[in-house]
């Protein structure tokens, strides 16, 4: 795995960390989520997006994994957050659209905490 690629993993796992704990936050102490939150999540979808752009484009220089799902772990949290953003804006969520974004962290800390793995070797 590139050196880039590796550092940008683990911003991901970081950034993505954050955000489930975040939500956490305020599922607990009942808050809405203030500007900080909404920050976090442009972060966080930067990130996710220049994580999987440099997986592809390491794809296209002819770096392959040994595990094909690397490659799903790696951009599973794009189509998370996708689904978050169109559950936002379900009438069920009208009061706390900040929700399923929290949800959408959490799933894509997993993920991409097993794509890092995988990267590294671990798993």
Do not use: C, K, N
């Amino acid at each position: 795995m590139s050196e880039l690629h590796r550092w940008i993993g683990f911003l991901v796992v970081g950034v993505f960390a954050i955000g489930w704990l975040f939500g956490l936050g305020l599922w607990i102490a009942r808050r809405q989520a203030g500007d900080l939150f909404w920050r976090w999540l442009m972060v966080a979808q930067i990130v996710a997006f220049a994580q999987a752009v440099v997986g592809v484009l390491l794809l296209l220089l002819g770096r392959r994994t040994s595990d094909g799902l690397h490659i799903v772990y790696g951009v599973g949290p794009l189509v998370i957050l996708g689904i978050a953003h169109a559950l936002a804006r379900d009438d069920s969520f009208r009061t706390r659209p900040w929700v399923p974004f929290a949800f959408a962290s959490f799933i894509s800390f997993g993920l991409s905490l097993r794509a890092l793995m995988t990267g590294l070797g671990v798993g």
